[in-house]
């Protein structure tokens, strides 16, 4: 399971980095569309901070500071400098994902996220989830904005 995850998740980054760079204009990392309220950069800072303090901080124990709210209004990160923070992610999660083991799977996961215990598996499978519906987003987006 482990090396599943570990696989799914580096895919996935590694999608993220090619919506990223598929973008014609940079500028457009910044724009929404009709009712869409968040643009492809909020989202990508979105999903590397939501993987940064989840798995890499309190699974993996790398130093993070999540800035939630920076990820939702901050504009005009350089898209060079978000590629730099997803091969680091990358880095981080295979990190810590390796540090776990099979059995750590089945434990409890610390912190309680949705009111109520949960095991390291099924918040796991959460943050994937949660990470490809936001890459989906991404890759309409884009094509929205510069279609071809």
Request: proline share 2%; with cysteine.
């Amino acid at each position: 399971m482990i090396e599943s995850l570990i696989e799914v998740f580096v895919r996935d980054l590694n999608r993220l980095k090619t919506e990223l760079e598929t973008f014609q204009h940079e500028e457009n990392l910044w724009k929404t569309e009709g009712a869409i309220s968040n643009s492809a950069g909020n989202l990508a800072l979105h999903l590397i901070g939501n993987l940064r303090a989840f798995i890499c901080h309190e699974m993996g124990g790398f130093a993070y500071v999540r800035d939630r709210e920076f990820e939702f209004g901050g504009k005009g990160v350089a898209r060079e400098k978000m590629l730099e923070e997803i091969h680091l992610v990358i880095t981080q999660v295979k990190s810590s994902l390796e540090g776990l083991s099979g059995a750590n799977l089945d434990e409890v996961y610390p912190h309680e996220k949705f009111g109520k215990p949960m095991t390291y598996s099924f918040f796991l499978i959460h943050l994937y989830g949660h990470f490809d519906y936001h890459l989906g987003q991404i890759n309409y987006l884009r094509r929205v904005l510069e279609p071809a």
